[in-house]
C-alpha cells in the first residue's frame, strides 16, 4: 500500500532493447546495442530509482519506454500493451504514460502562456469537454503544483527554474497518467529548490497512486523517494531490488562504484 492506493497495474517492461546505428563502414552499417533486454516492474503507488554513470544507458532506456527511441521488447500501462502500436493507437494508449524531463524550459513552448501549456494535453487527448472545462482543469492542476493564477497567464521564461519544473509537473499530470517518468526532475534545479520539488512529486504520487521512475545520479535523492532501485551499466540492469538491498548490500561492481563517488562527495 502506498498512500491508501492499492499495487496493481503500473508499468511492466520486459525485454527491451534500443540498437542504435554507428558510422557506416566498408561492410555496411554497424549497429551497437545500447539497452540490452532490460526487465523491471514498478506497481502503482511505488516508485522505482535508475542510476548508473552517464552514458550507461538509463535515459535511453526511459525514452525507450515513453516511445522516444525505436525499440524492440514489451511495455506494459496499466496492463495495456504500448509495444507494437503506431500513429493514433500509440497516442492513445501513451496517454497512460507521461515524462517530466531534466530542463523544464526545454520541454515548454516559449510562445505559450502557462496555462495554455498545461491545457494543450487535454486538447491533444480530447479530453475535458469544452474550453471552459479544460482551462478549469488545467488552472487547479497548477494550483495543486504550487503555481497560483497570477502566474498563469506569463510565459515560461517569465518563471524561475523551479516555477518551470512545477509547470512541467502539472502538464505532465493534468491527464491523469497512470506512470510518470522523472529524468533528472532536479539536477538542473537550485539546491534550495530541489527538495520542494522532491516532495511535491511524493505528495501528488501519494494523491494520485502512480507509479514512477526516477532518473537520477544522486542516490540521496534515490534514498528519499525511491521504493526501489535498478543500477545501469552499458545498457543492463545489473541490480535491481529494495533501496536497503542495493544501496546497503551493494554486489556488483557498478554500484559499488557509485557508492563510492557519493561518499568522497559528502566527504569534508
Do not use: Y
Not at 511505488?46 to 525505436?70: D, E, F, M, W, Y
Not at 496499466?78 to 493514433?88: E, T, Y
Amino acid at each position: 500500500m502506498a498512500g491508501g492506493v492499492e499495487h496493481g497495474d503500473g508499468l511492466r517492461v520486459k525485454g527491451l532493447r534500443v540498437r542504435v546505428a554507428l558510422t557506416p563502414g566498408l561492410w555496411g552499417t554497424a549497429h551497437r546495442e545500447v539497452v540490452c533486454g532490460v526487465s523491471f516492474e514498478v506497481s502503482r503507488g511505488r516508485t522505482l530509482g535508475l542510476v548508473g554513470r552517464s552514458g550507461c544507458g538509463k535515459t535511453t532506456l526511459t525514452r525507450a519506454v515513453l516511445g522516444l527511441v525505436p525499440s524492440t521488447g514489451e511495455v506494459w500501462v496499466g496492463g495495456r500493451a504500448l509495444h507494437g502500436l503506431r500513429g493514433a493507437a500509440r497516442r492513445r494508449a501513451a496517454r497512460g504514460v507521461q515524462a517530466v524531463f531534466q530542463d523544464p524550459g526545454g520541454s515548454l513552448n516559449p510562445s505559450m502562456l502557462v496555462e495554455e501549456s498545461v491545457e494543450e494535453p487535454l486538447i491533444v487527448h480530447g479530453l475535458g469537454g469544452s474550453a471552459k472545462e479544460r482551462r478549469r482543469l488545467a488552472l487547479e492542476m497548477l494550483e495543486r503544483c504550487g503555481i497560483g493564477a497570477s502566474l498563469a497567464g506569463r510565459l515560461p521564461r517569465e518563471l524561475s527554474g523551479g516555477q518551470r519544473q512545477r509547470v512541467a509537473i502539472a502538464r505532465a499530470l493534468v491527464t491523469s497518467p497512470e506512470v510518470l517518468v522523472c529524468d533528472e526532475p532536479t539536477s538542473a534545479l537550485d539546491a534550495s529548490v530541489q527538495a520542494q520539488i522532491v516532495n511535491l512529486l511524493m505528495d501528488l504520487q501519494r494523491e494520485r497512486g502512480m507509479a514512477m521512475v526516477v532518473v537520477t545520479h544522486d542516490l540521496g535523492v534515490v534514498a528519499h523517494m525511491a521504493d526501489e532501485v535498478g543500477v545501469m551499466d552499458a545498457g543492463v540492469l545489473v541490480e535491481l531490488g529494495s533501496v536497503g538491498e542495493v544501496l546497503g548490500k551493494a554486489r556488483h561492481p557498478a554500484t559499488k562504484l557509485l557508492l563510492g563517488a557519493s561518499f568522497e562527495q559528502l566527504a569534508p
